[in-house]
């Protein structure tokens, strides 16, 4: 006859031992436990039971199409983020080095130099505003998914 | 690690990636949605160390965060999925297909009703036989807690499926 109080204290340790997890130590005890004790040996049955159950789901396999298309999105969307990632950079190298150039540069009429800032300011705005309202507008539009 | 030791090691842990995802958000569009959005992220990063455990561990890792994410943003009940065709491919007599399907879909069932802390442990570690180092590397928990998270999650299948074996007429 066991005591109540070791099957609660060796119950969690039976998951442990269905996984090959536990010490040596641990194993044993457990061994020696469920070798006399019928109810922790019910137990043991059960929680196995549970690991062959869910282990032999059939959960719904990716079909190679699908993964195959995945990879190659997958490595084409990185190659491009690399691609975008450097025009923008240079982009912006450019136009900073050339606005620094512009203001830095001497000139008989600033009137025409502020008059083409003011120009270039108002068209940065312009498409800043446009490129909002079609993000705006592309987050709910309801049939972007539609494929025509 | 290189590209072509990247794609390997990805085609292997694609499919555990795969029926995790599932598993958490219930959906076959919205599992290949957060696997995608994984195999972008291991393209294109380089957080995976070697020294902290397996790949395959690392990537159900980022496909986990990634359904998460999801999730979130979706905020739907998961509603575990079966694919009938698994069992016509099985090799076995008729009978035996029937009885292996009538206990398969009760233990999705009772499965499906756990929360999803305790649905995600047992098919990383039943399903997916993951370690229990794996399993703490892609659930982000001290090592030491997953015995005892585990074995709460198979007590409380095991006290559902009980239950409607009580009640079987």
């Known amino acids: 006859m066991t005591d109540r109080s ?3 204290e060796i119950d969690e340790l039976l998951s442990g031992h269905i996984d090959g997890e536990l010490t040596q130590g641990a194993r044993q005890r457990v061994e020696i436990h469920v070798d006399g004790c019928a109810r922790c040996a019910a137990r043991l049955d059960e929680l196995k039971a549970v690991r062959a ?3 032999a789901l059939p959960i719904a396999q990716l079909d190679r199409e699908t993964w195959r298309k995945m990879m190659n999105d997958a490595s084409a969307r990185t190659t491009r983020g690399i691609g ?3 025009l923008i950079g240079g982009g912006i190298a450019v136009l900073g080095f050339a606005i620094y150039e512009f203001l830095l540069a001497e000139t008989d009429t600033p009137l025409l130099k502020w008059g083409l800032i003011a120009f270039y300011v108002g068209l940065g705005v312009l498409l800043l505003a446009v490129i909002r309202q079609r993000m705006l507008a592309r987050k709910t539009d ?3 998914d539609v494929e025509i | 690690m290189e ?3 990247l794609r390997l090691a990805l085609e292997q842990a694609a499919p555990s990636g795969y029926a995790l995802a599932l598993q958490l958000l219930g959906s076959r569009e919205d599992a290949a949605d957060a696997l ?3 195999v972008v992220r291991a393209f294109g990063s380089d957080s995976y160390d070697p020294a902290q455990g397996t790949f395959k561990a690392w990537f159900l890792a980022v496909v986990r965060n990634r359904c998460l994410d999801l999730r979130r943003q979706r905020q739907r009940r998961p509603q575990v999925e079966f694919d009938e065709t698994t069992f016509a491919a099985a090799d076995a007599d008729p009978e035996t297909l029937l009885a292996r399907d009538e206990q398969a879909s009760l233990v999705a069932t009772e499965l499906a009703g756990l929360p999803a802390e305790q649905r995600e442990i047992l098919i990383l570690r039943e399903y997916l036989d993951l370690s229990y180092a794996e399993i703490a590397r892609v659930l982000s928990v001290p090592a030491g807690t997953v015995m005892s998270r585990l074995h709460r999650a198979r007590s409380a299948l095991a006290d559902r499926l009980r239950r409607r074996d ?3 007429p």
């Open chain 2, 3 to 5: 590209r072509a030791q």
């Open chain 2, 36 to 38: 995608q959005d994984a």
């Open chain 1, 53 to 55: 159950g869910v282990g």
């Open chain 1, 6 to 8: 070791d099957c609660d």
């Open chain 1, 142 to 144: 309801r049939y972007k």
């Open chain 1, 84 to 86: 975008w990632l450097l």
């Open chain 2, 166 to 168: 009580d009640d079987r």
